[in-house]
């Protein structure tokens, strides 16, 4: 099975910094990446997918790029409210796995 | 689009448990549906899906032979029954739905998420 691989970890920045996230897959998925955003106690939203295709309500300094085995997700312009966890998943076939996410706190 | 779960609970571990989550908003038998589970803590783990039809569903290696998913299209209502449960079970259980952009494929994109439904294993 493909494992999905993010970093880092965790990262602290502060209001306004462009911030971002790798994830990558242990081989290669063409496109098939999407990411979501995990609020303190609440479900995950969908962000990203086709890893760079923006879902419908999410807000546009949220952009993402890559292909293949390696993938990025570009917060620019940080805001208060991206605090969270963000997980990346390969969305193409089963399993559908997901990164093991990266923690976003404020500097 | 609403995603409602329910059944969650505590029990011992070797048990069993069935989840129940019904949509709304949405045509419920047009969309794969899928758990996601959440340990303390931890990560999100892909756990099931089941197609638009049911005639298929996927698992994951952790709980292949132990859980199974199911659904009454009748019913707005997807089901994940869960046996011989261990401690590392504990989670909590989001229902999911599929988007249209991956409906009828074998891609699997979480559109709209419910708020999730406590299991807790433990003797």
């Known amino acids: 099975d493909i494992q999905m691989t993010q970093s880092p970890s965790s990262l602290s920045a502060s209001v306004g910094d462009t911030v971002t996230i790798a994830c990558r897959a242990s081989?290669?998925?063409?496109?098939?990446l999407a990411w979501y955003q995990q609020q303190p106690g609440k479900p995950p939203k969908l962000l990203i997918y086709?890893?760079?295709t923006l879902q419908s309500g999410a807000p546009s300094r949220f952009s993402g790029y890559g292909s293949g085995t390696d993938f990025t997700l570009i917060i620019s312009s940080l805001q208060p409210e991206d605090i969270a966890t963000y997980y990346c998943?390969?969305?193409?076939?089963?399993?559908?796995?997901f990164g093991q996410g990266t923690k976003v706190e404020i500097k | 689009v609403q995603l409602l779960e329910s059944g969650g609970g505590l029990l011992q571990p070797g048990g069993s448990l069935t989840l129940s989550c019904s949509g709304f908003?949405?045509?419920?038998?047009?969309?794969?549906m899928t758990w996601v589970r959440q340990a303390p803590g931890k990560g999100l783990e892909w756990v099931s899906t089941?197609?638009?039809?049911?005639?298929?569903?996927w698992h994951s290696d952790s709980v292949r032979g132990r859980f199974s998913i199911s659904r009454d299209n009748s019913r707005n209502t997807v089901f994940l029954h869960m046996s011989s449960l261990r401690v590392d079970d504990s989670a909590v259980y989001y229902c999911?739905?599929?988007?249209?952009?991956?409906?009828?494929?074998?891609?699997?994109?979480?559109?709209?998420w419910g708020q999730g439904t406590q299991v807790t294993v433990s003797s």
């Open positions: 999911a739905k599929d988007s249209p952009h991956t409906q009828y494929t074998s891609g699997l994109l979480l559109e709209y």
């Open positions: 908003g949405f045509t419920f038998g047009h969309y794969a």
């Open positions: 089941i197609s638009h039809s049911a005639a298929e569903t």
């Open positions: 081989q290669g998925i063409g496109r098939s």
């Open positions: 086709d890893a760079s």
């Open positions: 998943q390969k969305h193409n076939s089963p399993p559908w796995t």
